[in-house]
């Protein structure tokens, strides 16, 4: 019950709007709004406080009809009920306008994720960004471009 006492406070105190930064909760939740990893580093870090146990999900989806494409990406967490395992709680769902989606997304995901990362505390990979990090060395001038996007494809049924 604590947990969707927090679920729901998260959905009553945030909207969605999507800034690319990573805020520390307290920053989020002053200012009512954030993306989908601000709604979970907000949610975990309520949860962790509380002494639930929870980790963070990073994800790339599918998007409408380009099924193989995602430079948005989606995040969500996993909270650790006793008794049954880990269950995903997508936080950004919980400000939903209908109930439905409320209870959907409190436990359950659409079949439109492909998990990339999941951790309980800070990943030396994700750096400061979403789902990879880059390094590059040179020797003299360079210009490097930088682009951050998920690209996959489904295997051939013909195979």
Known sequence: MKVYK?????GD??????????????IVLKRGSGSCS?????????????????????TI????????FDDVFHRWVEVYFPGFGWAPVDPDAGDSKKIDDQI????????????????VGPSPYLKWEYNSVMYWKTEGRAK?????????????KNK
């Open 13 to 26: 105190t945030i909207t969605y709007q999507l800034y690319g930064g990573w805020e520390p909760a307290p």
């Open 61 to 68: 989806s599918r998007r409408g009809d380009d099924i193989g």
């Open 104 to 119: 959907f997304f409190y436990g359950g995901t659409k079949r439109r994720y492909l998990i990339t990362t999941r951790h």
């Open 144 to 156: 490097v471009y930088e682009d951050r996007v998920a690209e996959w494809y489904l295997p051939s």
């Open 6 to 10: 927090l679920y729901r406070f998260v």
């Open 38 to 58: 601000e709604y979970s580093f907000s949610f975990l870090a309520l949860l962790r406080k509380a002494g639930i146990p929870a980790r963070y999900v990073g």
